[in-house]
């Protein structure tokens, strides 16, 4: 809704199988975040950005890798998916550091069979 | 390692009830306390946040209460009306660098009419 967006907004794949997720944002914003909503655990940070080539560990960033190439563009990767993958994952965008608001995407609602 | 604890999972008020949702906080380093609300199938939106310098903070029918010396913090919602049914979401993080929100459990807020 204040221009960032997911892709896809659902996906269903097997096990073993690689898989990108897709973050893309319009407001130029420098920060980059992505989650995963789990029932019981909240969201929690998978991985983060801050900068075009300048990513970060998160809570839980094992089995998950990043990339930005361009300010607009945050991928999530999984490179070989497993069953405890299955989530809903949200992106989220804030301009600067600190206690700036974070805007969250639609989510991504992955199924890894 | 769950650093913010939230209560209760879910919560039934009538209209124009008072729900609370508390959350309490292990880091005493965390200085930004943001409360999200998150509606079925979308991402979470920024309701309210406060800093530690401050035991209160009130933002129309949304309240922010904080104990720096127990380390909790609650969400008082006045007149509550139906459309607040919704997910609720407190979380902390350090006010330094990227913001590396840790999030609560949740609870869910359901407001009879």
């Known amino acids: 809704d204040a221009g960032i967006t997911q892709s896809p907004r659902h996906k269903v794949t097997e096990t073993g199988t690689p898989v990108t997720l897709r973050c893309h944002q319009t407001?130029?914003?420098?920060?980059m975040y992505w989650y995963r909503q789990d029932p019981g655990h909240g969201l929690r940070l998978i991985h983060y950005?801050?900068?075009?080539?300048?990513?970060d560990k998160g809570e839980v960033s094992d089995g998950y890798s990043v990339s930005r190439s361009k300010t607009e563009d945050f991928l999530l990767t999984l490179e070989s998916a497993t069953s405890s993958q299955t989530s809903v994952y949200f992106c989220?965008?804030?301009?600067?550091?600190?206690?700036?608001?974070?805007?969250f995407g639609p989510g991504t609602r992955l199924t890894v069979l | 390692q769950q650093q913010v604890k939230q209560s209760p999972q879910s919560l039934i008020v009538q209209k124009g009830g008072i729900p609370i949702i508390n959350c309490a906080y292990e880091n005493t380093a965390f200085d930004y306390f943001p409360w999200y609300q998150q509606f079925p199938g979308k991402g979470p939106a920024l309701l309210i946040a406060?800093?530690?310098?401050?035991s209160e903070k009130k933002e129309g029918r949304f309240t922010i209460s904080f104990n720096k010396s127990a380390k909790q913090f609650s969400l008082h919602i006045m007149d509550s009306q139906p459309g607040d049914s919704a997910t609720y979401f407190c979380?902390?993080?350090?006010?330094?660098?990227?913001?590396?929100?840790?999030f609560g459990q949740g609870t869910r807020l359901t407001i009879n009419p």
């Open positions: 979380a902390a993080s350090m006010d330094q660098g990227a913001q590396k929100l840790v």
């Open positions: 406060i800093r530690p310098d401050v």
């Open positions: 989220a965008m804030a301009r600067t550091s600190g206690s700036d608001t974070q805007y």
């Open positions: 950005s801050y900068g075009v080539k300048d990513t």
């Open positions: 407001e130029n914003h420098r920060y």
